[in-house]
């Protein structure tokens, strides 16, 4: 079974004609096949026209959320309801074509865990493609992912990929950032792009600055959460180290006789000890942290999350 999952902020234009494109591509698939889509806190008429939709098909699921919560929280409450072995997000606004499902699920076939859109040709206003192809730099540069379109809304997974997604804030920008430092298998396919012809974008460039912050959050986690102290224990070590060595340097300047009470060098190397050892046992209460957590989330979820597949 595939389980498409449709987050939808004001597209009331758009939704029932997304339906009907859904099902032309995913019929001939000859495979079962539902839709959920997620109602953002919409403040138009997009779920009476959801309603409608769910009444008159019976493959539609509709989930409201209280309010505008933002694209990762809609995604990860429509992962949530999904049934599906195969999950396929687009998004609701038309510009993602679902005739290209079929290739990405045939792609996912292959061997690959998640099959991530590239909009070759994007239909976007040049300062968003300019932005979005330094994000996408950037991230590649910082989390070793480099894919060509991170955040293109038509993806297809497997469902243990989304499963164990925990999204928030701006994160579902990184989602290929966040499945492949849990070790899952990354393809990217181009795809079409349409224009915008109903409702309006909600991007705006603060949004690539604070998807910048949670690139760091992103990284970070990825590589340093179950080791903390690697991070910060070795950049307390590295700035303590030179520290020491101008301390020692000083010392021996002291010893031969020389003044050193006025130089500026003893500043530097008095802070660079002590914020090195600052660094080093925030890594240790980090390790604390951590090793308390794990113990705790141990047999809950860890193991099976990192299993690929057991042969007995
Ligand atoms: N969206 C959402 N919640 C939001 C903003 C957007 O669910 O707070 C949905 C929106 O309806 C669309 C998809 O996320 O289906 C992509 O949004 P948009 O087209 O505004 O982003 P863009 O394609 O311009 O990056
Ligand atoms: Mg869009």
């Known amino acids: 079974m595939i389980s498409v999952v449709v987050p939808v902020h004001n597209e009331e234009r758009s939704v ?12 001939p698939l000859e495979m079962q096949w539902e839709t959920i889509f997620v109602d953002d806190g919409s403040t138009d008429g997009t779920f009476a026209a959801l309603t409608r939709l769910h009444s008159s098909t019976d493959n539609v699921r509709v989930v409201r959320l209280r309010r505008n919560f933002g694209k990762a929280a809609a995604l990860r409450a429509g992962f949530d309801q999904a049934r599906g072995e195969t999950v396929v997000t ?13 290739r990405l699920l045939a792609k996912l076939e292959e061997g690959f865990d998640l099959v991530s859109g590239w909009k070759t040709r994007r239909r976007d206003p040049l300062t968003r493609r300019v932005l979005s192809r330094i994000f996408n730099r950037v991230t590649g540069a910082f989390s070793g992912v480099h894919l060509h379109d991170m955040n293109c809304g038509l993806k297809a997974y497997r469902a243990e990929v989304v499963h164990g997604l925990r999204l ?16 899952f298998r990354i393809a990217e396919l181009p795809v079409n792009h349409r224009p915008r012809e109903h409702g309006r974008s909600r991007y705006g460039v603060e949004r690539y600055l604070r998807g910048f912050l949670d690139l760091l959050t992103v990284s970070f986690i990825g590589r340093y959460r179950h080791r903390p102290l690697h991070l910060f224990g070795g950049l307390g070590l590295i700035l303590g180290a030179f520290g020491t060595a101008i301390l020692v340097y000083l010392t021996v300047l002291k010893i031969l006789g020389n003044a050193i009470g006025h130089r500026p060098l003893l500043l530097l190397g008095v802070l660079l000890v002590v914020i090195g050892m600052q660094f080093f046992s925030l890594g240790l209460i980090s390790e604390m942290i951590t090793s308390h957590h794990e113990e705790r989330a141990g047999e809950r979820d860890r193991a099976e999350l990192l299993v690929d597949e057991v042969l007995s």
């Open 16 to 27: 029932a004609l997304l339906y009907d494109e859904l099902r032309s591509a995913l019929e």
């Open 90 to 102: 687009i998004d609701g606004d038309l510009q993602d074509d679902p005739a290209e499902i079929p």
């Open 168 to 183: 928030y804030g701006e994160l579902h920008r990184f989602i290929p950032v966040l499945a492949h430092y849990r070790g």
